[in-house]
């Protein structure tokens, strides 16, 4: 056993796992409170990557283009709500689906007329660039920035939801939304705030992978499937169980890709081993998704109050 | 203070009130009586504009509410015990009072956190225990807490002691009649006719979403007939 590559893989799986609680935890608050099937969220993910890469192109720092895209990644997410969203909320599911499947063509047609076809590559500023020595190991400065940078926001956000009084509203509206309205709480109001919240957490991990995989046209919309799982095996509406879903789930994939095939050695032939476990790898997360809905339908940390 | 007129109000296609009216004063205990599904919870979601009216007039104070957001009507001075108190379990008592608490108002002893649990001192142990976590009486003495918090000028109570154990009942009643001495205006809809004679200045009874009878208790007290036709008692 290669401990160092496990190390590695663990890095990889943790900093996967926060990438996607940046994006789940928004969407958990959006489709808990407002009962809100937002597809389009990855689409903040790109659109943060592409402010954060534009602000860099014109010679400022990452960290200060970073700080000014999650200001436009607020006013982006509040004029979405207020144009589009608030008029599907009492929409049916399906209708929200697929208005917002139309959103995501629109800001990919978007980014498209604005930025070009073509990727955007974000430079790191050069002490990111390099190695972290932990002991035997080099692990990339980045990765770590990511996994911190994760950690913090899901700090912050933790102390926002359970201390704050905005978070005792949210959690209020995630169990009973017409009661918080008739205690006097403009709802309008909540829900412009919690989804401009949410578009600006997405396209922070937007800015975060940018410069590891280059801001691209479509680049949320792969991760957004995955971000929907770990709502799903969290709990809808709970950003607890989005915590620890998207952590699980980063670390089932990551190592799944890394360790299935040698796993599957163990009991079966090299060739059927090497061709079966890509594939079952890509499944693993929908395999638990599958088995967390049998045993726990409603998630691993549902919301109290949120009825069967 | 609260006027309805001619009230219609629809579930989809469905009409549950049928031109419903009634007056509100200042200062009185109003009640609405009636069988169950004859539209009382329809008027109360209908004057929070939480299932808004089709057509006919609100007023409160003078000003149109019927089409006011609930949160509008709530930011009037409306305060609402709902109907099964719809406490958020997931929230601690301390903080189920203080969501929809109302820090400016103008009235010169307001309700405060404090003020709530002097008033319901079963409170005062189970300030950091969830909602979930409370019996049915320290939940509906939360919702009541809950909506004191607001500083309404009108609080409305739909189903104030139902399904709680007797003994509860009794201080649920002693706390409705020291609020009324405060001078609190209050609709409240409950079944027990008894209670309800002995604290109400006046009554509706609503029949298939409209007033079929109204008037002051002592007359209610002594009519067995209207009482056999509409209330079944």
């Not at chain 2, 000003?63 to 601690?92: K, M, T």
């Not at chain 2, 939360?142 to 109570?157: E, K, Q, S, T």
Request: with cysteine; hydrophobic share 50%.
């Amino acid at each position: 056993m290669d401990w160092g590559l496990l190390l590695t893989q663990l890095m990889n799986g943790l900093q996967f796992g926060l990438l996607l609680f940046l994006l789940a935890s928004g969407l958990t608050l959006i489709f808990g409170i407002m009962d809100f099937i937002n597809l389009s969220h990855g689409s903040f993910y790109m659109i943060g990557a592409y402010f954060c890469g534009s602000i860099v192109a014109r010679g400022e720092s990452f960290f200060i283009a970073v700080l000014f895209a999650l200001v436009g990644m607020f006013v982006v997410g509040a004029l979405v709500e207020w144009i589009v969203a608030r008029r599907l909320y009492r929409a049916d599911h399906l209708d929200q689906v697929l208005a917002t499947f139309g959103l995501i063509l629109i800001f990919d047609a978007i980014v498209h007329i604005i930025w070009g076809p073509a990727g955007m590559a974000i430079p790191l500023p050069e002490f990111l660039d390099g190695q972290v020595s932990l002991g035997t190991l080099e692990l990339p400065t980045y990765r770590l920035v990511i996994i911190s940078g994760g950690l913090l926001v899901a700090g912050i956000l933790s102390v926002l939801v359970t201390r704050s009084r905005l978070g005792m509203i949210i959690r209020a509206g995630a169990s009973n939304q017409t009661m918080v309205e008739a205690l006097g709480v403009n709802i309008h109001k909540l829900f412009l705030i919690v989804f401009a919240i949410g578009a600006t957490m997405s396209g922070f991990a937007g800015m975060l992978i940018a410069p590891i995989t280059e801001a691209s046209i479509g680049m949320g919309n792969d991760i957004i499937i995955i971000a929907f799982v770990v709502v799903i095996v969290g709990g809808i509406g709970s950003v607890k169980g989005a915590f620890y879903a998207s952590i699980l789930i980063g670390l089932i994939d990551t190592l799944g890709r890394s360790y299935l095939d040698d796993l599957m050695k163990l009991f079966m032939s090299l060739d059927h081993a090497e061709t079966a476990a890509p594939a079952l790898s890509a499944m693993l997360i929908y395999i638990l998704m599958a088995i967390v809905l049998a045993f726990k339908p409603q998630g691993l940390f549902p919301p109290a109050g949120i009825r069967p | 203070m609260l006027d309805l007129k001619r009230v219609k109000t629809f579930y989809g296609s469905i009409q549950a009130l049928f031109g419903m009216s009634l007056h509100i004063e200042q200062g009185k205990v109003t009640t609405l009586i009636g069988r169950n599904g004859m539209g009382k919870t329809t008027t109360v979601n209908s004057i929070m504009g939480i299932t808004p009216c089709r057509s006919g007039e609100i007023t409160f104070l003078g000003n149109r509410i019927d089409h006011h957001a609930p949160y509008q009507v709530a930011q009037n001075g409306i305060g609402l015990v709902p109907e099964g108190r719809q406490i958020f379990p997931n929230l601690s008592v301390r903080e189920n009072l203080l969501v929809g608490a109302n820090h400016f108002s103008a009235s010169k002893s307001p309700w405060t956190l404090n003020r709530v649990i002097d008033f319901f001192p079963a409170l005062q142990d189970r300030l950091n225990n969830m909602g979930n976590q409370l019996s049915g009486g320290e939940q509906q003495m939360l919702a009541i807490g809950r909506a004191l918090m607001l500083n309404p000028m009108l609080l409305i109570l739909d189903e104030a002691t139902e399904g709680l154990a007797p003994l509860i009942r009794r201080e649920i009643w002693h706390c409705l009649d020291e609020l009324k001495k405060s001078g609190m205006t209050i609709l409240l809809i409950d079944k027990n006719i008894e209670e309800l004679n002995r604290i109400a200045d006046y009554h509706y009874i609503i029949e298939k979403g409209k007033v079929v009878w109204d008037g002051f208790p002592t007359t209610l007290k002594d009519n067995a007939e209207l009482k056999q036709k509409y209330l079944g008692i």
